[in-house]
C-alpha cells in the first residue's frame, strides 16, 4: 500500500511539473495585446516631434468700419519662420503647438480707401491643435487636425491721420491638412496647410475722432520645412 502511494504522489507530480512547463511555455509565446504593441511602437519611435517651417501667412482682405456704409479693410500678406511641437498619445492620435509671430499692415479699402494705410500690429497667433495621423501609406503620412487658435496682438501703431490703433486679442477655430514624408525613422519633410477663423475687435482715432469695426482676417497659414521625430 504504501508503495503504492508514493507511486501514485510521484505520478501526479510528475504530470503537475509538465502541465506547469506546458503553461509557461505558452504564456512566453502569446503576442502582447495590440493596445501594447502599440505602446510599445510608440515608445520605441519617441513620442515627440519638432517641425520647423517657412510659413506664409495669407489673410482674407475684409473687415468693415461701423458706422461706415461700405468700409473695407486689407491686410498685407506675410513669409515668416515658425515652429511647432507634436506630442503622439498613440501611432495615430497627437497634439501639435504651434509657435510664430508675424505681422500685418492694416490699409482702408472700399469707400474709405482714399484714408491710405490704417496702422501695423504684430500678432502671436499661438494655435493647438489635436491630429489624426493615418499610418497605412509607408514613408507618406498624412494628417488631419482642428483646434483653437488665441492670437495677440501687440507692437500696434496708427499711421498717417489714424493713431491709438488697438486690435483685441481673440479666440479663433482652427482646421488643418498635412502630411510628413520621412526619409528615415526619425527625419522628414512638412508641407500643412491651415485655416485660421479670427476676426477681432478693433479702433483706433482719425485726427482725434474714435473709430471702431471689425477686423476679418481669418488667414490661410501654408507652411513648409523640415521634420524631427524622437
Do not use: C
Not at 14 to 24: E, K
Request: no cysteine.
Amino acid at each position: 500500500m504504501p508503495n503504492t502511494l508514493t507511486r501514485s504522489l510521484s505520478l501526479f507530480a510528475a504530470v503537475a511539473l509538465a502541465t506547469i512547463g506546458q503553461a509557461a511555455t505558452a504564456a512566453d509565446l502569446t503576442p502582447a495585446p495590440a493596445a501594447e504593441a502599440v505602446a510599445a511602437d510608440v515608445e520605441a519611435l519617441g513620442p515627440w516631434q519638432i517641425r520647423l517651417r517657412a510659413l506664409g501667412v495669407i489673410t482674407n482682405n475684409s473687415g468693415h468700419v461701423n458706422g461706415i456704409s461700405g468700409s473695407d479693410l486689407s491686410y498685407s500678406d506675410t513669409i515668416v519662420p515658425e515652429l511647432d511641437i507634436t506630442y503622439y498619445f498613440t501611432n495615430n492620435i497627437a497634439a501639435e503647438l504651434v509657435l510664430g509671430t508675424t505681422y500685418a499692415n492694416i490699409d482702408a479699402a472700399g469707400s474709405i480707401e482714399a484714408l491710405g494705410k490704417v496702422g501695423k500690429t504684430w500678432l502671436l497667433p499661438p494655435t493647438l491643435t489635436l491630429q489624426y495621423h493615418f499610418t497605412d501609406f509607408g514613408a507618406f503620412k498624412p494628417y488631419v487636425g482642428a483646434g483653437v487658435n488665441y492670437t495677440l496682438f501687440y507692437n500696434q501703431s496708427g499711421k498717417g491721420a489714424f493713431s491709438d490703433l488697438d486690435v483685441k486679442n481673440e479666440f479663433g477655430a482652427a482646421l488643418q491638412v498635412g502630411f510628413d514624408y520621412m526619409l528615415d525613422e526619425h527625419w522628414g519633410v512638412n508641407f500643412d496647410v491651415k485655416k485660421l477663423f479670427l476676426e477681432p475687435e478693433w479702433k483706433a482715432k482719425l485726427d482725434g475722432a474714435p473709430l471702431s469695426g471689425k477686423a476679418k482676417l481669418d488667414p490661410w497659414l501654408i507652411g513648409t520645412g523640415i521634420t524631427y521625430r524622437f
